[in-house]
């Protein structure tokens, strides 16, 4: 198995209503298994874990770690501790959901740093059991003001593509309410893959973001080629991010302020029925 891949892809968020809006960029993520990261930070001159690089992986972007990071910088009064491992801590989430699972292997679909520089919108840990299937999801969401939360869903081993759907529990969009829900997809089909996320008001869809793509090989050549051909660049997701809500701005989109966060940082989503 692969200790690490790229994974660009094609972004899309589509708004439904009125007024509308359509964002379509490039995206390139990595794929990495928590398990090999020594393997990993030995593939490419040009990739790096929990160093700097021209790409690089930093546990300490997720998690607990990621949570008292932020909170070491409203508050400099504390320190931050070094992280422990990334993939311990997805395993102890994961034993209070599925408590008598063993959680063979992880991997994350994430983007990495760029030139230690990153914004990680949505990132995605996959948990797979000793037979190797897919047992346990979590959907990790960081927002623009150092906010994170983790949605979480236990795959159905009778019906492993079965989509979730969670109540909305952390302020993402000012463009949007402060409630709703999501439904929360990631598939994967030979060498492709794909995260979709809807979100729902009132039941109604009002959101669309979708990113689709197909796994590479993580070599030098194929991360100069790549970042070239998907025009990549530190934080470009942050700012693109931003261009859009100029442009929601003059379309007079309503605005909503940021609420006080919730102390809730894990929310469990359920299998979607068919009539939801």
Known sequence: MHAIRLAPSTITHTRHGTPSHYLF?????IMIDLDKLNDANQQSRLFSVDKF???????????????AKTASKKQPQKKCKNPASLANYIRELAKNYLPNTEIKRISLLTFPRILNLTFN????????????????????????FGDAHSYVAVIDSCNPSATHIALKN????????NHGEYILSYKTRGNKFSVIVRFLIERMPALTATMRGEFHPLTTNDIIKLMILN??????PLLSIHLEAIKLFWKKC?????PAPKEL????????????
């Open 121 to 144: 919108p949505i990132s995605v840990f996959i948990c797979e059991d000793n037979t190797g299937k897919d047992c346990f999801i979590v959907y990790e969401v960081h927002n623009t």
């Open 25 to 29: 960029r490039s995206g390139l993520s």
């Open 170 to 177: 952390m302020h993402v969009s000012p463009f949007f309410p």
């Open 231 to 236: 025009r990549q660049f530190p934080l470009r």
């Open 254 to 258: 309503t605005y909503y302020p940021r």
């Open 53 to 67: 690089n021209l790409l690089s992986f930093h546990q300490s972007d997720y998690g607990k770690a990621y949570r």
């Open 265 to 276: 940082s894990i929310t469990q989503s359920r299998i979607q029925n068919g009539d939801e």
